[in-house]
């Protein structure tokens, strides 16, 4: 079954320190989304990535950073600048162009410890 | 930027009943408006959609209407039932802005009661 993989469900941070959280996609998409998701509140973007190598900041980038080195795979990482981190985090993946519906994992849930 | 705003945040209805969900938005130029069903613990998942070019769309219970004029699109679910009790959450596409960039409500609880 075609679909977007999000690992691991549940991650915990310690103060200080990054953790990265694994994306894969085997729906051939070329796009791919980092959403930050807060309770009460909207979907907000993070980052996302067009094609191969190359990525753009999204509405709140500040504290996260990302690499885009394969076509199935999106890693966000959670910097120790992230003052906030404990959120669910959601990726998604569409197709290339303009008002593409986008298909979502089942998110990763960060917690500090 | 664009803004979506969503109404009401919580909803309860009996099951068998109808449930309809608002929402605006403030840039003219949006023109791709879905609807993620989101349950507990799991990813949103696309429900239903539609483009600037009509005005409403449906899927068996669901459907979705667009007022461009008014600048806001709505769901609407028909005889409830009680697996429709979830988040759901409405969004706007701009095609004038940076790659596919969705803009999202703020969620709508939705409960079903048997």
């Known amino acids: 079954d075609g679909g977007i993989t999000q690992s691991p469900k549940y991650l915990f941070r310690k103060e200080g320190q990054n953790v990265t959280l694994s994306c894969e996609q085997n729906?051939?998409?070329?796009?791919m989304y980092w959403y930050r998701q807060d309770p009460g509140q909207g979907l907000r973007l993070i980052y996302y990535s067009q094609i191969v190598n190359d990525f753009q900041k999204g509405d709140i980038a500040e504290g996260y950073s990302v690499s885009r080195e394969k076509k199935e795979s999106f890693p966000l990482t959670v910097t120790s600048a992230q003052k906030n981190p404990t959120a669910f985090y959601l990726c998604a993946s569409s197709i290339t162009g303009k008002s593409q519906p986008q298909h979502f994992g089942d998110g990763t849930r960060l917690s500090i410890l | 930027g664009e803004n979506v705003e969503q109404h009401p945040s919580t909803l309860s209805v009996q099951e068998g009943d109808s449930a309809v969900i608002k929402c605006t938005y403030s840039d003219s130029a949006s023109n791709y408006f879905p609807w993620y069903k989101q349950e507990l613990g799991k990813g949103p998942q696309l429900i239903i959609d539609i483009r600037s070019n009509v005005g409403e769309k449906k899927d068996q219970r669901i459907a979705v209407t667009l007022n461009k004029t008014a600048k806001h699109f709505s769901l609407h679910i028909t005889e409830t039932q009680p697996e429709d009790s979830a988040v759901y959450f409405c969004a706007a596409s701009n095609p004038l802005g940076g790659g596919n960039q969705f803009y999202f409500g703020t969620g709508t609880s939705l409960t079903v009661i048997p």
């Open positions: 729906l051939n998409h070329d796009a």
